[in-house]
């Protein structure tokens, strides 16, 4: 049980550090207002709560600080200029790496982790001394030993009431540990109350009935007595009964006003305070705000009265949508459950139309409704799985963070279409590829701040996030302002590594793809961000294992876009079935841009390796899709057939040969990982309404190994170098 309770709590911790981040984010962009500053320090507050109580001293520790910090800006006793915003982004930071350790082990940076506190510990205020006050002239003779002033008595009694309710134990908080607390303090008395207990066969065991009677002498004050119960706040029900220090002062004050001749002060008497709960089970380890509140009562004693918090007029409608958390895997198998009855529609459609029956109308209309109702499913449990880029794109903003701080530049990540919905595989898996992007334009892309002054830029460098969908897919750019690709230099390496020959005519896009290739790498020395070879060829690769596709382009002086292209989800995709060699395969319908029928007259020779196929007034090369596959020998005597027209990474075309195009239609994608080795020039495969299994090609790949588009780049070299 206690593992679980742990394991909700990093996900909340997950949650509140995405809050932090974001109220920070937002502060560092100008947007001070009182409420969002609340919301981080609410954060931070809930994760040491949390933290606590499953005794992780080091989190708390650090998360202390973190809150006292920002309890004085939140006090207006600080003002939050740019070195202790950029303090507070690196802390939240290492917040995030302090929960990874707690949740997953490991060891934390000490010098960085020792480095932060040393900083924060600047903010916080030492504790302030003790005032003494001597007596002033009033103007007139007085004697001042004639004043009887009483002095603040040294212990104070307090009787507390204190009932947990179930939530409070689903959340990890244990009654003892309060004790505990409580009996630092002074002489605690505990008295269990019973009367709620039911008869042994009516027990629930997941219900609260217990309760304690605590009787404290402390001499410690009332505001240190409720701090004991502010991690259980909303989780129980609690009232505290005693005078404390509040009375000291009222009798102190009552006697100040009798002795300058004022009239006896009649001290109020204390209101019990009782804790309301609200009737909605709080989130885990968050202080939920009380669902009902006791009506003001004027306060002499002396206390800080709570901030009132503004009414809803829809007070029914408060509170956050409720939510479920289901285990990935379950989620998971329904998804695949839910591609068999795709698949399976598709065979019993198909069973129908072989039926030798002269009337099947009503049979269609009701396969048909059937087709809408599995479409409609599989939309919906595709959405459970689709999740916003946002706590993706959060994290980036820490790369950017630490990659400046690396390089000695000063950097700003601005984010668009956060909220755009993609699977959550997705998301995962496209952590690596976004994270050595936003490295290289850290340290290739944006120039130093001397140097972005001397071209009259901002000395901060802006690298612009997005997400989008568009037809069908999602769309990541990123953009940069910096010096862009130095493309005389890439070929220049490119040459010196043996990836092109030295007479190479390149155009700018092929340059820019150049980095892209494996090993390639423009860094003079080795640095913890780059020299060693690995980066852009990776990003390629994980990119393309999605399903995916990658270009960039490049504007020198200006700065460079990374254009990344992906699939929504990777269980299901459009695609276009066509016939090849007398095999059926499945082309995915983003990569193409038309298609059409051929004749002779639109088909040209190119020397002795290829063809070339005329489109208004321009030429692309023909790949013969079954000769690329060996499943029939490739030449240029083929009759003119279907061409699919797609565009390569590089925003060339090329058109693909088939024999012919049944329909479009959405596949079930099935991963042929420990089915078989990789298989050129095939992504994955599908099952059809016939049963039988379809290949679902790579267009990337087969145009890759196709002699003919290799020839047809050739000659266009050729023709721009004369």
């Known amino acids: 049980m206690s593992g679980s309770i742990q394991d909700t709590f990093f996900e909340e911790c997950e949650e509140l550090l995405e809050a932090t981040d974001e109220g920070l984010s937002a502060i560092e962009g100008g947007n ?57 982004l690196r802390s939240c930071d290492h917040l995030y790496n302090l929960v990874a350790v707690a949740r997953d082990g490991g060891e934390t940076d000490e010098a960085h982790h020792n480095m932060l506190i040393e900083a924060l510990d600047k903010y916080i205020p030492e504790e302030e001394e003790d005032l003494t006050f001597e007596p002033m002239g009033l103007g007139g003779p007085m004697d001042i030993g004639a004043i009887d002033i009483p002095q ?173 958390r289901v285990d990935l895997e379950r989620v998971d198998r329904l998804i695949n459950a839910v591609g068999e009855l795709i698949i399976n529609h598709s065979m019993l459609a198909q069973q129908i139309a072989n039926l030798d029956v002269a009337d099947v109308r009503d049979v269609e209309t009701e396969l048909e409704g059937f087709k809408n109702l599995a479409r409609d499913i599989q939309e919906g449990v595709m959405s459970i799985r689709a999740q916003p880029v946002k706590p993706l794109f959060q994290r980036m903003a820490r790369i950017v963070r630490e990659a400046s701080s690396a390089t000695g530049k000063t950097c700003k990540l601005v984010t668009e279409g956060e909220n755009t919905e993609v699977d959550k595989t997705v998301i995962e898996r496209l952590a690596d590829p976004l994270t050595h992007i936003l490295r290289n334009a850290v340290d290739h892309g944006i120039e130093k701040p001397e140097d972005r002054e001397g071209a009259n830029k901002n000395r901060i460098g802006e690298i612009r996030l997005t997400a ?58 080795v640095s913890n961000l780059s020299g060693r070879g690995v980066g852009m060829d990776v990003v390629k690769n994980a990119v393309t294992g999605l399903g995916g596709r990658i270009n960039i382009t490049s504007n020198p002086g200006k700065g460079s876009t990374f254009t990344i292209i992906l699939p929504l989800t990777l269980a299901v995709m459009d695609g276009m079935v066509v016939s090849v060699a007398d095999q059926t395969m499945v082309v995915p319908i983003t990569s193409i841009v038309e298609t059409m029928r051929g004749n002779d007259d639109m088909i040209n020779n190119l020397g002795s390796d290829g063809t070339l196929l005329s489109i208004r007034g321009s030429f692309v090369p023909i790949c013969d899709v079954a000769g690329a596959l060996g499943l029939r020998k490739e030449d240029n005597d083929h009759p003119p057939g279907v061409y699919l027209l797609v565009e390569t990474e590089t925003g060339q075309r090329s058109a693909l040969a088939v024999d012919d195009i049944h329909d479009q239609r959405q596949v079930v994608i099935k991963s042929l990982d420990g089915v078989c ?46």
């Open 152 to 324: 603040v008595a040294t212990e104070e009694t307090y009787q507390i009431h204190f009932r947990p309710l179930k939530d409070m134990y689903s959340t990890g908080n244990e009654p003892i540990f309060l004790f505990q607390a409580l009996k630092e303090m002074g002489e605690l008395n505990i008295e269990l109350d019973v009367m709620e207990l039911p008869g042994f066969d009516s027990i629930d065991p997941e219900e609260s009935y217990l309760s304690w009677n605590l009787t404290l002498v402390t001499t410690e004050a009332r505001s240190t007595v409720e701090a004991v119960f502010e991690f259980v706040e909303g989780l129980c029900e609690l009232s505290i009964e005693g005078a404390g220090d509040a009375d000291a002062d009222a009798a102190a004050l009552a006697a100040l006003e009798a002795a300058f001749g004022g009239a006896p002060a009649d001290p109020t008497p204390v209101v019990e305070q009782t804790a309301m709960v609200e009737e909605t089970p709080a989130a885990p380890f968050e202080q939920p705000v009380p669902a009902t509140k006791p009506e003001a009562t004027p306060d002499v004693s002396g206390a800080k009265p709570a901030a009132p918090k503004a009414e809803n007029s829809k007070s029914e409608q408060r509170g956050p949508n409720p939510t479920l």
């Open 677 to 722: 080795g990789e298989i050129a020039g095939v992504a994955a495969a599908t099952i059809l309404g016939d049963g039988k299994i379809a290949m679902i090609l790579d267009p990337e790949s087969i145009l890759a190994a196709s002699p003919a588009v290799g020839a047809f780049d050739t000659e266009r070299r050729m023709s721009n170098a004369s």
């Open 468 to 525: 989008s969908h568009r037809s069908g897919s999602v769309c990541i750019e990123v953009k940069d302002d910096g010096a862009g690709v130095n493309r005389p230099r890439v070929k220049q390496i490119a040459i010196e590594k043996g990836l092109i020959p030295e007479n190479a005519e390149l155009s700018d896009a092929e340059i820019d793809n150049l980095l892209f290739a494996p090993g390639f790498s423009t860094a003079k020395e």
């Open 32 to 88: 001070h207002d009182p409420e969002v500053v609340n919301a981080v320090f609410r954060a931070v507050h809930s994760i040491k709560g949390g933290a606590g109580a499953f005794g992780l001293d080091e989190l708390v520790a650090f998360a202390h600080r973190f809150e006292t910090v920002f309890d004085e800006v939140r006090a207006n006793r600080m003002e939050l200029d740019e070195p202790l915003i950029q303090l507070l």
